[in-house]
């Protein structure tokens, strides 16, 4: 192969996650770091129902976004928080591992594909024979994937797994269009009972260039989402989730851009950059003294 995905670390600096390829017949790669040290919620400004997530004894929670907005991290601070406050088994099938967990409360088993097993399809297969109460997927990309991960969920088991996907609705709409039509009423049906939370994030550079800061869009699957979900209404989840934001602790990206906005945290036009519906946050924008002559210029 000319491409390698890899994972190390170096004793006293840190761990990498890297990929290496052939460019020109020469080696090149690309690497970022990896802490040793796993973020709290606080660091990673994960709002407190993110916790109430990770207390599911069972269903299946989402982490998405493009690559780089910091996935990778969320699932290992909630793995770290299960770890912390739970006994239980915990399994992880990643490609490849980056974060190292002790075991704590939790015996924590992790497999890296291509090392300890040969695919995330393959790990899946035997999963539920290895008796665990938690099991993170590193990443659902296919049919077999994702049907796997649904299954784990339905049979009483917390499953925690990332999608490359920019909101909570895509989410949805790419977990069962993923699936032939004839199979799509039973996917609908199968997500609305066992989805217990969707994380769709952006980290952005901050207003003052020191570091960046998360953007996070939050699915709270109330009695009404999960309807929608059932009668294939999905289009309808966005505008619930904009007003559910006190009552259940959902928020779009929209709404967390416009309170980093206003927090001074996010230029204006990082703002506007990132939202999937400009338009909106520009009006939630025009609100605040000062701005509305940005909007309009």
């Not at 998360?214 to 904009?242: G, T």
């Not at 204006?268 to 701005?291: F, K, N």
Request: hydrophobic share 40%; aromatic share 6%.
């Amino acid at each position: 192969s000319n491409e390698l995905d890899l994972s190390f670390g170096v004793k006293g600096l840190s761990r990498f996650r890297g990929n290496i390829f052939m460019q020109r017949g020469a080696v090149a790669g690309a690497f970022r770091t990896i802490p040793f040290q796993i973020k709290t919620f606080q660091e990673l400004g994960l709002p407190e129902i993110v916790n109430d997530f990770v207390k599911k004894p069972r269903g299946l929670i989402l982490v998405t976004g493009p690559t780089g907005s910091g996935k990778s991290t969320t699932l290992a601070t909630m793995i770290d928080r299960i770890n912390s406050e739970r006994q239980g088994h915990i399994l992880t099938v990643e490609d490849p591992i980056e974060y190292i967990h002790n075991h704590k409360k939790s015996l924590i088993n992790q497999r890296e594909v291509n090392s300890d097993t040969s695919s995330f399809k393959t790990a899946l297969k035997y999963v539920l024979r290895q008796d665990p109460d938690v099991v993170l997927i590193g990443e659902i990309r296919d049919l077999e994937t994702i049907e796997a991960a649904l299954t784990v969920s339905e049979t009483g088991h917390l499953t925690l797994a990332t999608l490359h996907t920019n909101s909570a609705v895509q989410t949805i709409n790419r977990v069962i269009d993923v699936f032939p039509p004839h199979q799509q009423e039973q996917i609908r049906t199968q997500l609305s009972f066992v989805l217990e939370g969707i994380i769709a994030q952006q980290l952005i550079v901050r207003k003052s260039g020191q570091g960046r800061v998360l953007a996070i869009e939050l699915l709270v699957p109330n009695p009404a989402i999960r309807n929608l979900i059932r009668e294939d209404k999905v289009h309808q989840i966005y505008s619930m989730m904009q007003t559910g934001q006190a009552k259940f602790g959902m928020q779009t990206m929209n709404q967390s851009l416009f309170d980093l906005y206003t927090r001074g945290l996010l230029s204006y036009e990082d703002a506007i950059g990132h939202s999937s519906v400009p338009d909106e946050l520009i009006t939630m924008m025009q609100r605040v003294p000062g701005t509305a002559a940005k909007g309009r210029g």
